[in-house]
């Protein structure tokens, strides 16, 4: 079953009023009058969320936030909902990033909550998964992502056909290193076969690959079977380079 490929730009904690003006007006002259052949998405800090809601607005591309809390209101200082991401028009969210995982000590159950909170607020979570390269060289990668998506899967059972995963091995975010397209779409296939012992609709999820994806290597990452789109890091950040990624996931 063929399904419209996400091509999601995660500007992390990069970005002010004056960037994010500019790149977005790039990226909306690089898709004027053309219809367009992927879903987009771009994640922005919280900060700027009413300002790119505004920017994108009539585009083709959608607001998503980079995370959101387990919680939906009360005394969680400097937190997110889910309830406010929607009142800012953020279609998706991505839950469970490993530098969340890594820097803020997020559990599996955390983010299968998050998850959660998300589909419960119609928004789509973009859940991530991945190893890092002592997981890779211990052999145990199949392992981690089964894990990390079991957890997921079992909390939001009933919905889980309107989530995305995007699989970012640690080792090759920011790194330079990239997974070969073999070794990514062997993970992928992984988790389609995972999803679909869970879901008859798995084949509607769409799959994403995330670590440093670019646009020298985006079409033969694109080409692969089970990879169906890309959650894009520094390469976001540049118009021209995002907007070449998108053209690949149309190729």
């Not at 799959?207 to 079977?225: F, H, P, R």
């Not at 959650?231 to 950040?237: F, R």
């Amino acid at each position: 079953m063929s399904k419209q490929k996400l091509i999601a730009g995660n500007w992390k904690m990069n970005g002010s009023l004056a960037a994010n003006e500019a790149l977005l007006a790039a990226l909306r002259a690089g898709l004027a009058g053309t219809q367009p052949i992927c879903a987009i998405a771009v994640a922005v800090p919280a900060p700027y969320l009413a300002q790119a809601q505004a920017l994108v607005s009539g585009t083709p591309i959608g607001l998503a936030a980079q995370d959101v809390s387990q919680h939906d209101g009360g005394a969680y200082t400097g937190e997110v909902s889910a309830a406010m991401l929607r009142d800012f028009g953020a279609r998706y969210v991505l839950v469970g990033h490993s530098e969340r995982r890594q820097y803020h000590g997020e559990s599996d159950a955390t983010v299968a909550a998050k998850a959660q909170k998300a589909l419960a607020a119609g928004i789509t979570p973009i859940v991530c998964v991945g190893e890092t390269l002592a997981e890779r060289e211990a052999g145990q990668t199949m392992d981690v992502v089964r894990r990390q998506l079991a957890a997921v899967i079992q909390a939001n059972g009933h919905c889980i056909s309107e989530i995305v995963v995007a699989y970012e091995p640690v080792w090759a975010i920011g790194t330079g290193r990239t997974a070969t397209p073999e070794q990514a779409q062997e993970v992928h296939a992984v988790l389609r076969a995972q999803l679909a012992a869970a879901t008859s609709a798995a084949a509607r999820v769409p799959l994403l690959y995330g670590g440093s994806m670019n646009a020298a290597n985006a079409a033969e990452l694109l080409a692969q079977g089970d990879i169906d789109g890309g959650l894009v890091g520094g390469a976001s950040l540049k118009a021209q380079d995002f907007l070449q990624i998108i053209a690949a996931a149309g190729s």
